[in-house]
């Protein structure tokens, strides 16, 4: 019986072990940080309350689990609203998880705002991030973006509409280029041409009666170069709201460029998953649990990490 006792008593404390890691792993070992872009108003702004102010906030990992890169974060919703649980705070999480740095945007959304107000919230976040970089402890060349849904349409806009270098600039922050040095996409929007856009995101950033140039614009397959950024597509062969047809041409020009590029299509699964873990507001579809392993080995291979410690397998369970 004693034997009994003891094998008991080591199995809840290695079971209360792993579940007070999991835990710490998914809600963070240190506490997030909001701040704001701009000192003061952002462009266009047409007031100064929450809906006004553009910020990031900041989730950096464990001081010696951290890497020497960061992605900013841009969450779905259509341009209308925000999924900054898990499209946002979630995916900061997971990327702490391997060394990463997170810095989850909320940018100015329809229908108070609309374009260019979020094309100039996320670039000012790259340009913050990279300015930056020495204090949240990465370096300058290796900020990426990484977005969902309209989110993928706002990061493939930022990656195919960057700004470079502006040493003249008033403002210290914009001196420095706006060009992430690598992207995931997530389910994008990437055209805004039909059949296969999104009606509703083009409608809510673009108004009832887009300017037919302004649609070509925001198409940003058409826009790809040599310069583009390598990138990393996720998609589901179901996604009814928005089609796979968005991730297939934007790898197309990717490849077309001469721009590294990976993409992924799952067979099965709904629009909108985020981590597919079940964890929060995200659904669990075990089916797509692997597209974030390939997308961390994706990320791996665009530089030498100082580590491979990662918990990220926490995330799936």
């Excluded at 004693?2 to 240190?30: D, P």
């Excluded at 977005?147 to 990656?159: E, N, R, W």
């Excluded at 887009?210 to 998609?235: C, K």
Aim: glycine fraction near 10%.
């Amino acid at each position: 019986m004693a034997i009994l006792r003891r094998a008991f008593f080591v199995i809840v404390i290695v079971t209360a072990a792993a579940l007070l890691g999991i835990h710490l792993v998914r809600s963070g070992v240190t506490p997030a940080t909001v701040v704001r872009l701009w000192p003061g108003d952002a462009p266009g702004s047409l007031g100064t309350g929450d809906a006004d102010t553009p910020t990031i906030s900041v989730f950096l990992p464990a001081r010696w689990h951290a890497g020497d890169a960061g992605m900013v974060i841009c969450p779905g919703g259509g341009y209308s609203m925000l999924q900054s649980s898990y499209e946002g705070d979630d995916i900061a999480r997971w990327l702490n998880s391997f060394g990463v740095a997170g810095f989850v945007l909320k940018y100015r959304i329809a229908p108070r705002y609309r374009f260019p107000a979020p094309l100039l919230d996320a670039q000012r976040a790259v340009r913050y991030v990279r300015y930056h970089a020495a204090g949240f402890g990465i370096r300058q060349d290796r900020v990426g973006i990484i977005g969902f849904s309209a989110g993928g349409h706002l990061a493939s806009t930022v990656i195919t509409h960057f700004q470079g270098d502006n040493p003249g600039a008033s403002d210290l922050v914009d001196r420095v280029s706006s060009r992430p040095d690598f992207a995931i996409l997530a389910y994008p929007i990437v055209t805004f041409r039909a059949p296969w856009t999104h009606q509703e995101s083009v409608h809510n950033l673009l108004g009832p009666n887009p300017d037919p140039a302004l649609i070509d614009e925001l198409s940003n397959e058409l826009h790809v170069t040599r310069d583009t950024p390598p990138t990393f597509l996720f998609h589901t062969g179901q996604d009814t709201a928005v089609p796979p047809e968005n991730s297939l041409m934007f790898y197309e020009a990717l490849r077309k460029a001469g721009v590294p590029a990976e993409l992924h299509i799952y067979a099965e699964g709904r629009h909108g998953v985020g981590l597919a873990n079940g964890h929060g507001n995200a659904p669990r579809v075990p089916r797509l649990l692997s597209w974030a392993l390939r997308a961390e080995e994706w990320l791996e291979n665009q530089w030498t990490p100082e580590h491979r410690w990662s918990f990220s397998r926490l995330f799936r369970l």
